[in-house]
């Protein structure tokens, strides 16, 4: 007699009041195609939500509900390996949606005995505004072997496209990353990711595993706090001293060159004022340019002209945003949403 051994997938879930997210999200789930001999569980790590999320949690049917009160983000993430009991593991947001061919997409890849990691890029809603559609053309974009790939799977710094919004993985990934480094505020995921790329694990962007997220910032003043957010000295510092900064460093180097250019800019329109002359105002060209070249790189990679005036924007925001946390100046970030 033939045994055929069951596969579970461990859909974790990290939230802090997104009542209003989640049955969205569990009918999604509850909506997926489910491959041969695959199942899944559900497991929710609520970080102190004050909207009744876990209330809704429960209503819902969540197979497993933690509460950790004031947890950072990274501590929760653990909590959940912890708790899970998958052959294979996945991370979502409470506000996204994955599309019902999800696991089956991923399912091939699971099953490899090698330590793997798979993810891509979230879209944005349908409804999504310009922001929100220019920002996921920076992600769909901003690895060049995606231009070349179509929808085809490639490795190369596909670290870059993984965060936890669509993450999944083995157990084997486990025994090369054990965990998510609770050091971190933010920017666990991507240090996660690459540390795994650094392990030797096959770390794979798939094209066809579409999640939709439906939190995406609307607004300039949202996109900026959550740039700010997410941007982490500690985690630059973890990148630079493993890779030497021949991988993963693109935010660094563009963060550093945007704060030059900020400074002379700053020279340069104070020594107009001084001196009552245009001349120096030249030294503003150097900020136009660290931001409108790689919009300029994006657009054409999406063919797309209209992307160059809105990205940008959305880099200038960018490199102010990774700029003041780079220079410590803002020691205190709650989370973007909490100020929504």
Same mark, same amino acid.
């Given at each position: 007699?033939?045994?055929?051994?069951?596969?579970?997938?461990?859909?974790?879930?990290?939230?802090?009041?997104?009542?209003?997210?989640?049955?969205?999200?569990?009918?999604?789930?509850?909506?997926?195609?489910?491959?041969?001999?695959?199942?899944?569980?559900?497991?929710?790590?609520?970080?102190?939500?004050?909207?009744?999320?876990?209330?809704?949690?429960?209503?819902?049917?969540?197979?497993?509900?933690?509460?950790?009160?004031?947890?950072?983000?990274?501590?929760?993430?653990?909590?959940?390996?912890?708790?899970?009991?998958?052959?294979?593991?996945?991370?979502?947001?409470?506000?996204?949606?994955?599309?019902?061919?999800?696991?089956?997409?991923?399912?091939?890849?699971?099953?490899?005995?090698?330590?793997?990691?798979?993810?891509?890029?979230?879209?944005?809603?349908?409804?999504?505004?310009?922001?929100?559609?220019?920002?996921?053309?920076?992600?769909?974009?901003?690895?060049?072997?995606?231009?070349?790939?179509?929808?085809?799977?490639?490795?190369?710094?596909?670290?870059?496209?993984?965060?936890?919004?669509?993450?999944?993985?083995?157990?084997?990934?486990?025994?090369?990353?054990?965990?998510?480094?609770?050091?971190?505020?933010?920017?666990?995921?991507?240090?996660?990711?690459?540390?795994?790329?650094?392990?030797?694990?096959?770390?794979?962007?798939?094209?066809?595993?579409?999640?939709?997220?439906?939190?995406?910032?609307?607004?300039?003043?949202?996109?900026?706090?959550?740039?700010?957010?997410?941007?982490?000295?500690?985690?630059?510092?973890?990148?630079?001293?493993?890779?030497?900064?021949?991988?993963?460093?693109?935010?660094?180097?563009?963060?550093?060159?945007?704060?030059?250019?900020?400074? %002379?800019? &700053?020279?340069?329109?104070? =020594?107009? !004022? *001084?001196? $009552?002359?245009?001349?120096?105002? #030249? @030294?503003?060209?150097? +900020? %136009?340019? &660290?931001?409108?070249?790689? =919009?300029? !790189? *994006?657009? $054409?990679?999406?063919?797309?002209? #209209? @992307?160059?005036?809105? +990205?940008?924007?959305?880099?200038?925001?960018?490199?102010?945003?990774?700029?003041?946390?780079?220079?410590?100046?803002?020691?205190?970030?709650?989370?973007?949403?909490?100020?929504?």
């Amino acid at each position: 007699m033939t045994v055929v051994r069951q596969n579970i997938l461990s859909v974790m879930v990290v939230a802090l009041n997104e009542a209003r997210n989640l049955p969205r999200l569990l009918a999604a789930l509850a909506d997926l195609e489910l491959p041969p001999t695959w199942s899944f569980e559900t497991i929710l790590v609520d970080g102190g939500s004050t909207d009744g999320t876990p209330d809704v949690a429960r209503e819902l049917g969540v197979g497993t509900l933690l509460s950790l009160p004031g947890a950072s983000i990274p501590v929760c993430r653990n909590a959940a390996l912890q708790a899970a009991r998958g052959t294979a593991l996945a991370f979502l947001d409470g506000d996204c949606l994955p599309a019902p061919d999800w696991l089956a997409v991923a399912a091939p890849h699971l099953l490899s005995p090698v330590p793997t990691l798979l993810g891509f890029p979230v879209r944005p809603p349908a409804s999504g505004n310009w922001i929100q559609r220019a920002w996921h053309a920076h992600w769909q974009h901003k690895n060049n072997a995606a231009q070349n790939a179509a929808l085809a799977p490639f490795d190369r710094d596909a670290f870059r496209l993984i965060t936890t919004r669509n993450m999944l993985f083995n157990r084997a990934l486990l025994q090369v990353v054990p965990r998510f480094d609770e050091q971190l505020v933010t920017g666990e995921d991507t240090d996660f990711a690459f540390r795994a790329t650094e392990a030797g694990a096959h770390v794979l962007a798939l094209p066809t595993l579409v999640v939709t997220h439906l939190g995406e910032p609307a607004t300039l003043q949202d996109y900026y706090r959550q740039q700010l957010w997410h941007a982490n000295r500690r985690a630059y510092a973890t990148i630079l001293k493993s890779s030497g900064g021949k991988r993963g460093a693109n935010a660094i180097y563009f963060t550093l060159a945007f704060l030059g250019c900020l400074f %002379l800019a &700053v020279a340069g329109l104070l =020594a107009a !004022l *001084i001196f $009552l002359s245009w001349w120096p105002l #030249l @030294l503003l060209l150097p +900020l %136009l340019l &660290v931001t409108a070249a790689p =919009a300029l !790189l *994006i657009a $054409l990679r999406a063919r797309s002209a #209209l @992307l160059i005036p809105r +990205l940008s924007v959305l880099y200038f925001l960018y490199g102010l945003a990774r700029s003041i946390d780079f220079l410590g100046l803002a020691p205190e970030k709650p989370s973007w949403k909490s100020s929504r």
